[in-house]
């Protein structure tokens, strides 16, 4: 087995880095900085691989877990990041809207329709209002919470909501 260079090491972490840098994760031109123990990068299938305490931030966007997968699509664009661990964490605010701030076991964050998915043991914060269950998922632009007792793999777990009224 041949290792690649540290050059191309360098040139696909920059890649995929670069990548990530669009609209539709997070506010542009915004430095991307990643922490994690390891990478495992398979330029041919379009998939960045951290482990190790994971730690992803560009701008307003902190995507945290065990292990932290970044999927391209086609044309290099970051189409998916799947964060897994005991307690993943994202947290984002939106130009428009409340801090969003969710866990779970697996974190699935679709970039181009800017949706979230947490599933086992689900939370949800949107400002002040919380959401639990086995199965969250978010769509950010139209601030629509979806929340299931049942998700696959997972053991059943009851919806749970607080909504705080808003001060007049």
């Not at 040139?11 to 915004?30: D, F, I, K, R, V």
């Not at 991307?32 to 495992?40: F, Y």
């Not at 995507?63 to 799947?82: C, D, H, K, M, P």
């Not at 307690?87 to 076991?105: H, K, M, N, S, V």
């Amino acid at each position: 087995m041949s290792y690649p260079s540290r050059q191309q090491l360098i040139g696909w972490l920059a890649a995929g880095l670069l990548a990530l840098a669009t609209p539709a994760l997070a506010q542009q031109g915004q430095p991307i900085e990643v922490e994690a123990d390891r990478l495992e990068l398979d330029e041919g299938a379009g998939t960045a691989v951290y482990s190790g305490e994971v730690e992803i931030r560009q701008g307003d966007l902190r995507l945290t877990g065990a292990r932290v997968t970044i999927q391209r699509n086609a044309a290099g664009e970051v189409s998916r990041l799947t964060a897994t661990g005991e307690r993943a964490y994202l947290e984002q605010r939106p130009a428009e809207g409340d801090l969003i701030q969710g866990w779970g076991r697996t974190i699935v964050y679709h970039t181009a329709e800017r949706r979230v998915e947490l599933i086992d043991r689900a939370e949800l914060h949107r400002g002040a209002d919380t959401f639990n269950g086995a199965y969250v998922e978010y769509r950010i632009d139209r601030r629509l919470v979806e929340a299931r007792a049942d998700a696959e793999g997972t053991d059943r777990q009851r919806v749970r909501m607080t909504l705080t009224p808003e001060q007049q």
